[in-house]
């Protein structure tokens, strides 16, 4: 297991952290839960840029244009913004692990409950202020969608690269599989505030080695600084505590 150096290792009274083990038979099948509906506008689509901890694609926000609903949630809520987590080696790489078994990356889509909240910043501070859609990546097939992301990735090489990216559809990464487990949790960077309602996906998606190292071959420092490549942006797994995981599926 990597070091950490980028954030604490716990948050003091946390209660419901990220990301978490899910031990499959632990899981609860909860017969209420309804499919999660995905409706995203690839029009909504703004830029793609390297934040310095990872890199992410980020939508306008400002109307109800890309929104989830159903599944474990109550409001519907708006996309934001999605990015990855993932490792130096196909070893390990995802926050979330399954039966304790790690992936080579994690997708996280990171959407906001507008409809209680003005603002993200609102929410972000709220127990349902959140909805993060998380989707695990395996090693295996070329998936053709992600390749349109890896084409855009040597441009934001370096911190703070920003580049535009007119139109793309996330839910070509989401696989087809409706079974989800879901969870009360937190964001996994600071400020871990616990608003996060997590909708993660069972079943991966695949995406060959050629597209895991591009992400690999990003780094964490900005231009002109000394090189340090961005790998293991992965948050230590957190205690259960007194929660449940919830599966959609028996
Ligand atoms: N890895 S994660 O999906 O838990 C995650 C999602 C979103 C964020 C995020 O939006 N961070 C920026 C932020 C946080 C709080 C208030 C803000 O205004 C911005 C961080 C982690
Ligand atoms: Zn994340």
Same mark, same amino acid.
Not at 103 to 118: K, R
Not at 150 to 179: G, M, N, R, T, Y
């Given at each position: ?15 419901? @952290?990220?990301? #978490? ?22 029009? /909504? ?21 890309? #929104? ?14 999605? =990015? ?12 979330? /692990? ?20 003005? $603002? ?22 070329? =998936?053709?969608?992600? @390749? ?9 090489? =370096?911190?703070?690269?920003? #580049? ?10 989401? &696989? ?13 960077? &600071?400020?871990? $505030? ?8 069972? @079943? ?31 948050? &230590?797994? @957190? ?12």
């Amino acid at each position: 297991m990597p070091k950490h150096p980028l954030f604490p290792l716990t948050i003091p009274g946390g209660t419901r @952290q990220s990301p #978490i083990n899910i031990q499959w038979r632990d899981s609860v099948y909860d017969p209420f839960l309804k499919p999660l509906k995905i409706s995203y506008d690839p029009t /909504t689509c703004l830029h793609i840029w390297n934040n310095g901890y990872s890199f992410l694609v980020e939508f306008d926000d400002s109307a109800d244009r890309s #929104i989830i609903v159903g599944g474990p949630l109550e409001n519907q809520y708006r996309l934001k913004q999605f =990015h990855f987590h993932w490792g130096a080696i196909n070893e390990w790489g995802s926050e979330h /692990t399954v039966d304790s078994k790690f992936y080579p990356a994690e997708l996280h889509l990171v959407h906001w409950n507008a409809v209680v909240y003005p $603002t993200f910043e609102e929410a972000v501070m709220e127990g349902n202020g959140l909805a993060v859609i998380g989707v695990f990546l395996k090693l295996g097939a070329h =998936h053709e969608g992600l @390749q349109m992301l890896v084409d855009a990735l040597p441009a934001i090489k =370096h911190k703070d690269a920003v #580049i535009e990216f007119d139109v793309f559809d996330p839910s070509c990464l989401i &696989p087809s599989c409706p079974d989800y487990w879901t969870y009360a949790g937190s964001l996994t960077t &600071p400020p871990l $505030t616990e608003s996060v309602t997590w909708i993660i996906k069972k @079943q991966p998606i695949e995406v060959d080695e050629n597209q895991l190292e591009a992400f690999r071959m990003l780094l964490f420092t900005s231009d002109g600084e000394e090189e340090k490549r961005m790998v293991d942006n992965f948050r &230590p797994l @957190q205690p259960l505590m007194n929660r449940t995981v919830r599966s959609s599926f028996q």
